[in-house]
């Protein structure tokens, strides 16, 4: 099990445009608002572009997405060992067989 700290900080907004009033001690005396390029925590899309993060992330490392659940990753390595990872938010549990598996992946999910 392990927990993502700043998960929701390194979601990228693509699509969305999404704007905020400046800050309390930032405010440059203009009526400007800022235009969001990163999630933050309690946007409505953080979850969503974290996902997406992951999603490509994990891809990388030759994860896919299950069919039945896109929070399950599995992967199958050369001699058809299978390595799952589920995600929750900004958790992640990762299950694969024997210690040496589960090694391997988390050298893998510290390259992500």
Request: charge should be neutral; include cysteine.
């Amino acid at each position: 099990m392990a927990d993502l700290t700043e998960a929701f900080l390194n979601g990228e907004l693509e699509d969305e445009a999404i704007c905020i009033a400046q800050p309390p001690g930032h405010e440059d005396g203009t009526a400007r608002v800022w235009r969001l390029r990163k999630a933050l925590y309690g946007l409505k899309q953080a979850a969503r572009a974290l996902h997406r993060k992951l999603r490509d992330g994990l891809g990388e490392i030759g994860y896919l997405p299950s069919t039945a659940d896109p929070a399950l990753f599995v992967r199958v390595d050369r001699v058809g060992e299978r390595r799952y990872i589920f995600t929750h938010v900004d958790d992640l549990m990762s299950a694969a067989r024997g210690l040496l598996g589960r090694d391997d992946l988390g050298r893998s999910l510290s390259s992500v």
